[in-house]
């Protein structure tokens, strides 16, 4: 359907597949981790999975940003579309895998937290990448510093849900999404003065 939709809309429509493919290939990356580690659950989910996931979401962005774009907007849309194509799989997944453990608190936190925790995730590497992409001295460091953050961010928010703190990190996503939303709308301000 890629060919039918308006060419704007093709890029992030994409994005979103690719995000649910990576979701699917996390989930058996991490499967295979989970396997061949002998640690927790609790460790996968804080340690391994952060890692792996972040890093399979950068891989689809960094080769938009060198082989088609670096354009900022762009950037932004496919970043956040792919985030969403991978939490709307994995919650999908882990619905369907223990479907008696779904609460309203369960829905909730898996939907505003972890949807909008990989979303945020994946648009920290596209802002940043929009940003170093153009400076040559910065683009390794950078790019590496982006993803450090997304997985840190990641961990820390996996960490929380997983912990008695599960109300303090389903709050996380949806205040980081506020702050940036607010300082995204100030900069366009901004630039329209």
């Keep these: ?17 690719v995000g649910l493919f990576l979701a699917l290939f996390a989930s058996e990356l991490n499967g295979v981790l989970a396997n061949n580690l002998a640690v927790s659950y609790h460790t996968i989910t804080t340690a391994a999975t952060p890692i792996s996931e972040e890093v399979l979401k950068l891989i689809p962005v960094l080769f938009y940003a060198t082989v088609f774009s670096d354009d900022r907007k762009t950037l932004l849309n496919i970043s956040a579309a792919e985030g969403m194509g991978f939490a709307v799989l994995e919650n999908t997944f882990i619905l369907l895998q223990a479907p008696q453990s779904a609460t309203i608190l369960w829905a909730l936190i898996r939907g505003f937290g972890t949807g909008l925790m990989h979303s945020l995730c994946a648009l920290i590497v596209g802002i940043a990448i929009s940003y170093v992409k153009k400076k040559r001295k910065l683009f390794y460091t950078g790019t590496f510093a982006a993803l450090s953050t997304a997985i840190i961010y990641h961990a820390i928010f996996n960490s929380l849900v997983t912990s008695q703190y599960q109300y303090i990190g389903a709050v996380l996503p949806i205040v980081t999404y506020l702050v940036i939303v607010y300082f995204l709308k100030r900069q366009r301000k901004n630039k329209n003065l």
């Design 1 to 17: 359907m890629l060919g039918v939709v308006d060419k704007k809309a093709r890029p992030p429509l994409a994005y979103l597949l």
